[in-house]
């Protein structure tokens, strides 16, 4: 099993008159095809986590290494190239472009990528949105579409380029129950079928305890 993201006493300080400490020491590791939830209670620090794991914040100290290469000497340009190979996102709210149809919104990373001819993109997006259920809402925008159909249209955007880990903040937090059993049953194939590696931050405890794993944050450390 090979490790994607390895942490050693991380720690993100917001430098405020009065510093604010986000994530304290947190050493931690996400290996292949695991399910792992982030749990604690409200503002101790799980998006800041999620966001230190995903490149999308720096930590103020500590070590952030993914697939055995550390991050800190990373450049914008490296970092961004690394969020678009090994991870993909999932947030609480969508984030969909409005202007564009569920297929163009799933391309988008591809284009960002640059590997397929348009073409392949095209048909990847179709492909991948059919996995998820949404064959039939390929060219609707997202107002078009209802609620647990945006948040898959956001799974499959984050599958775009096949990356070995995605994150997810809330997925089913603005879902309804039915909506959100549908998605967290996606997110759980994405580990069991397709072999993904998916972090997720919960505050809902049951769904935490059908996970494999539970990282649980108190005031920005490990508890
Ligand atoms: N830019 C900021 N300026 C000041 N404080 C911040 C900032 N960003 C986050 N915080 C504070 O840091 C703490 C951690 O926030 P974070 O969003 O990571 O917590 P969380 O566990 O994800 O919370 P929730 O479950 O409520 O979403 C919170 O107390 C939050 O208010």
Redesign the pocket.
């Known amino acids: 099993m090979s490790t994607l993201i390895e942490t050693e006493r991380l720690t993100r300080i917001?430098p405020?008159t009065v510093p604010?400490t986000?994530?304290k020491d947190i050493s931690l590791r996400i290996d292949e095809n695991e399910f792992v939830a982030i749990t604690?209670?409200?503002?101790?620090?799980?998006?800041?986590?999620l966001?230190l794991l995903g490149l999308l914040d720096r930590p103020t100290s500590g070590r952030l290494a993914v697939t055995g290469h550390d991050s800190g000497p990373m450049d914008e340009k490296e970092r961004a190239r690394t969020r678009l190979e090994m991870m993909g996102f999932v947030f609480q709210f969508h984030f969909l472009l409005p202007e564009f149809t569920a297929r163009e919104n799933v391309e988008i990373p591809m284009r960002k990528l640059g590997r397929l001819a348009r073409a392949e993109m095209r048909k990847h997006a179709g492909d991948l949105l059919g996995s998820l259920g949404l064959g039939e809402y390929l060219d609707r925008r997202p107002d078009q579409l209802s609620g647990g159909q945006r948040q898959r249209v956001a799974v499959a955007r984050a599958l775009a380029n096949d990356p070995p880990l995605i994150l997810a903040?809330?997925p089913t937090g603005s879902l309804d129950s039915k909506s959100s059993e549908q998605v967290f049953e996606i997110l759980q194939n994405l580990v069991r079928e397709r072999g993904k590696a998916v972090v997720a931050?919960t505050?809902d405890l049951d769904i935490a305890a059908r996970m494999q794993r539970r990282i649980h944050?108190v005031d920005?450390k490990i508890a």
């Open positions: 917001l405020e604010v986000l994530v604690g209670p409200s503002g101790s620090g799980k998006s800041s986590l966001y903040d809330e931050v505050h944050i920005g």
